[in-house]
């Protein structure tokens, strides 16, 4: 019980200060709201006259002392309370983790929204104005990390796999959300004694083009706490990406309609015709940005600090010269991000790699989380008009229209589909159609219409209906129905070359029955890639590496930083075991033992990563200098044997750079690295001992290496081992600590 | 249009339909395709496969071409190759890439043995049951083989790599002197058991018509 104590204890000081930070928060902030420049008086202890200007006009006359501590809150006080406003975002995002139970049971966006309505109430209860959600700051800075977020880690191939059912369900779902929503709705205020009189068609079609999208802020905020399955994820989730487009149409559409009054034939089809130039060139924009930023990804080779620099303002800039067009920018940026990934991760380095990554990851979740807050925040705040009848029939009407509508279009897709979409499948589809701050930001972007309030009231209560009844339970339902969960995925070089295996026997079967199917044409796009884009827009050889070899190198590199990362001989991975090599090759086909030449930047980051670690663990023990390493191996018996255990534990996981039996009885053994210059196949026959570096040809310039940990001969059996003389060890240790010591690439003398 | 007799009318159909769970139509648009790689001939030999002109650019093309004449895949419990085929050994052999009917749920774990078991006897060229390292080796070459100036050792490395892979999920301990022959059909099983093979391995044979646009 004692451990509980200071844990509680740092839990309710963790609860205080946020709730001071709160207050002060909303203090701060109802300063900020407040026009500044003639408001300096603004509420409460903050923003107190500064005295520069009392201090100047009074200089002359009246000589006060020199100010040691001064006040100037004025200056700072925009940034101050946005980095404010963040800052308690991610307290409270940091303060759901800490409580055990909440967060299993609500989903975070939830807690969000709730805090969002605290943090408005207590503004409101100051006296204060409170922020509201501006469309401004939502839909260009606030939604683009997201979408960036969402576009850039998209699993393709699930997504080109389902893309006509996506399409089917955002262009033809959408569209009959929004006629079946807005004329519903438009019947239901025909209904007498509703004082909803004054609403005319358009301005209800208008409203079901705002509340009918899926929004992709909200999915993913759910659906990625209840880790389905990638078919429903992605189905979801790439219908509120590409629904979008249609949005953006039916939005501008309807209200270019609701101020010219009446509607022609040409205006439809001219409403057709834009949503294609609406979505074709969002992603012909976006797909341009992609390239050009895969280009100068190319050229990044000795700046590598600044490379995820291109890949974040490419994408932006794609968003923005899309919003400039009226074009869809979400669209626009998720094809910058799906076009320019597979080069951008070819050129850039590993370490630029994570972090864009984590970058990416960081704004996003920063994003949902003020989204979230602000949507509570705004609904203290708001003009709200809250009219029973309407707002009801809106919730049953988006419910119903959203169930039938995936009902009759999974009729029609699964007959184009091999593998048929389930009664489950659709209801988590038709559960999965969240709403959210999009939807509320169109509706706040409404101008002149006289029902905007209650327009605005409605969207709310759909927004929390979806997001808390509908988030909330999902995560049981999908329990109940034992719904397929998202697989675990070790990456398993197998598996990878069965994908290709299967990809090119799927196209030969599809050649053979005459059939230009989706496997065809998947190939056709490959070959194309591979012939001219690849040369372009990748730097160096690795234009014509292979999919399985890249997939391989990558794999050996994630086991190598693997290895790096647990360091001590804690616990073997799971994938290496103690199966190596020796039992798989048939015996009597000699020991041929191949090195594979990986290429040698791929080397040059691996040998980094392991030399830091190597000099890391040596440090440890002994806080070695990197370049003397004599080891006496009398002087300290245990902590040598510990060494060398770790480091032979080390190197027998990284078998993989071995084709060499990692025989256990021989741990105690010494085992030597050397650095081989690369490119090099060394083929021994079973007599040769391959401790004896004569057997090597001429090392070349070392600019790379492979490593080779060796052994004693397999076929050896293992009473040499324990007679091994002394004096014979001691010599192994020194090259071996010479070897590891890696003065670096000129001294190769030292090798041999 | 050639010899009657060896067209099968609809009753042969109808046959054919029970033992390969194809439709009368789409028996009737394979028939037709068969007929045009044929040449018009009642049976087919491995050069009228080499004549596809899309089929060139496959790496794994003879061992598509192979799987083709291998009587393990025509469901008759027979072994090695054949020289030719006729139409139902033809059908067979396409009928391992239907996709499973969604009424047939609880049947996945044999849709799956079935799918898994035919691209285990392409691996296995030498019918002797397991998968050697030579002829996984053989197999990594393969998919590799359209690219240029690739190190042979490169190939060797993955499917040794590999090998380690299926040999530590079968086995997880082996003593040094212990030997492991090669995948068996149940390793295999093991291996791909989250691959999903039963709603990948599917050809959309309903979308066909009568191919008329390509060779």
Request: proline share 5%; net charge neutral.
């Amino acid at each position: 019980m004692a451990e509980l104590r200071p844990a509680r204890c740092w839990r309710t000081g963790f609860f205080f200060f946020c709730v001071w930070l709160l207050l002060f928060l909303s203090v701060a902030s109802g300063s900020l709201v407040v026009v500044s420049g003639s408001n300096e008086t603004s509420g409460g202890p903050v923003g107190d006259t500064p005295e520069d200007p009392h201090h100047q006009t009074n200089s002359t006359t009246h000589k006060k002392a020199f100010p040691v501590l001064s006040f100037n809150y004025q200056d700072v006080r925009k940034p101050f309370v946005i980095s404010l406003w963040i800052l308690l975002a991610l307290l409270m995002k940091l303060g759901f983790h800490i409580i055990p139970n909440i967060s299993n049971v609500v989903p975070e966006s939830c807690l969000l929204i709730g805090v969002g309505l605290l943090v408005g109430g207590i503004i409101k209860a100051v006296g204060e104005e409170a922020p509201v959600l501006d469309t401004k700051l939502f839909f260009h800075y606030l939604l683009p990390p997201i979408i960036l977020d969402a576009g850039y880690f998209l699993p393709i191939r699930a997504f080109m796999e389902n893309m006509g059912t996506i399409l089917v369900f955002a262009v033809v779902g959408t569209l009959w959300n929004v006629f079946f929503i807005g004329g519903m709705i438009f019947a239901v205020c025909q209904i007498e004694g509703v004082q909803l009189a004054g609403v005319d068609l358009l301005s209800c079609l208008l409203f079901g083009s705002i509340v009918s999208a899926v929004d992709p802020v909200a999915v993913l905020a759910v659906f990625e706490e209840i880790q389905i399955n990638e078919l429903l994820h992605i189905l979801v989730f790439g219908e509120s990406l590409l629904n979008d487009a249609v949005t953006v149409v039916l939005y501008h559409l309807f209200e270019e309609f609701s101020h010219a009054g009446t509607v022609t034939v040409l205006d439809g089809v001219l409403g057709v015709v834009c949503f294609f130039v609406v979505s074709l060139g969002g992603v012909m924009v976006g797909a341009i940005y992609g390239l050009l930023g895969a280009f100068t990804s190319r050229f990044t080779t000795h700046t590598r600090v600044i490379e995820p620099l291109f890949v974040f303002l490419y994408s932006y800039m794609a968003y923005l010269s899309a919003e400039v067009f009226h074009l869809s920018g979400i669209m626009s940026l998720i094809a910058c991000g799906v076009m320019m990934r597979p080069y951008v991760e070819a050129n850039v380095s590993h370490k630029s790699y994570t972090t864009i990554k984590y970058f990416l990851k960081m704004w996003s979740s920063v994003s949902e989380t003020l989204i979230f807050i602000f949507l509570g925040v705004s609904t203290v705040a708001g003009p709200h008009a809250w009219n029973w009848t309407f707002v009801i029939s809106t919730v049953i009407l988006c419910l119903v229209s959203r169930v039938l509508g995936v009902i009759g279009l999974t009729c029609i897709i699964n007959k184009f589909r091999v593998v048929k979409l389930t009664k489950k499948d659709q209801f988590i589809v038709a559960y999965g159609g969240l709403r959210g701050a999009i939807a509320f930001s169109l509706g706040f972007l409404l101008t002149d219409n006289e029902r905007k309030n209650m327009f605005l009231t409605a969207i709310i209560t759909v927004i929390f209906f979806t997001v808390f009844v509908q988030g909330m339970t999902i995560r049981p339902l999908v329990e109940l129905l034992a719904v397929k969960k998202k697989k675990e995925s070790k990456p398993s070089i197998n598996e990878e070359i069965h994908t290709q295996f299967l990809g090119h026997l799927l196209t030969g079967i599809e050649d053979i029955c005459g059939h230009y199917g989706h496997h065809h044409w998947k190939d056709k796009l490959n070959r194309f890639n591979k012939a001219y884009l690849k040369k372009w827009l990748i730097a160096g050889e690795r234009s014509t590496e292979p999919q399985l070899i890249s997939f391989y190198n990558k794999m050996e590199m994630k086991q190598a930083m693997m290895l790096v990362e647990s360091g001590s001989a804690a616990k073997l991975p799971s994938i290496l075991s103690s199966v190596s090599m020796q039992n798989i090759q048939q015996r009597g086909s000699g020991n041929r033992r191949a090195i594979p030449s990986i290429s040698k930047s791929r080397e040059q980051e691996i040998r980094k990563i392991l030399r830091s670690n190597l000099q890391k663990t040596r440090q440890r023990l002994r806080s070695y200098s990197r370049h003397d390493l004599m080891i006496d191996p009398f002087e300290d018996n245990v902590s040598e044997v510990r060494f060398r255990k770790q480091r032979v534990e080390m190197e027998r996981r990284m078998s993989h750079y071995l084709t060499v039996p990692t025989n256990r009885q021989e741990t105690p053994s010494v085992r030597k690295v050397c650095f081989e210059p690369e490119h090099q196949v060394f083929t021994y026959d079973n007599s040769e001992s391959p401790r004896d570096p004569r057997a090597r040809p001429d090392p070349g310039p070392l600019d790379a290496i492979s490593l080779v940990s060796e052994s004693q001969g397999p076929n050896q059996s293992r009473e040499p081992r324990a007679k091994v003389p002394e004096e014979q060890e001691e010599q192994d240790q020194l090259k071996l600590s010479r070897c590891l010591s890696d003065p670096g690439p000129n001294q190769e003398d030292d090798l041999s | 249009m050639g010899a009657f007799q060896s067209s099968p009318s609809q009753p042969e159909y109808v046959d054919l339909k029970e033992k390969t769970g194809f439709s009368i139509s789409q028996i009737g648009v394979l028939h037709t395709r068969f007929k045009l790689l044929g040449h018009n001939g009642e049976t087919l030999k491995r050069d009228h496969f080499n004549s596809i002109p899309d089929l060139a650019c496959n790496p794994i093309r003879s061992q598509i071409i192979e799987a083709f004449f291998d009587r393990r895949n025509f469901r008759r419990n027979g072994e090695g190759p054949v020289d030719e085929i006729h139409f139902e050994e033809f059908l067979m052999v396409m009928s391992h890439f239907k996709a499973p009917s969604p009424r047939m749920i609880e049947e996945r774990e044999s849709v799956r043995r079935e799918k898994l078991r035919f691209i285990f006897n392409m691996h296995d060229t030498d019918d002797d049951g397991t998968i050697t390292l030579e002829e996984y080796r053989h197999v990594i070459d393969e998919l590799l083989s359209l690219t240029e100036d690739l190190g042979k050792d490169t190939a060797k490395g993955i499917a040794d790599a590999a090998m380690r892979e299926v040999a530590s999920t079968s086995m997880a301990h082996m003593e040094p002197d212990e030997f492991f022959e090669g995948i068996t059909f149940e390793h295999f099983l093991k291996l791909l058991k989250g691959f999903e093979i039963e709603l990948k391995m599917n050809v959309h044979f309903s979308m066909m018509d009568t191919p008329t646009f390509c060779k």
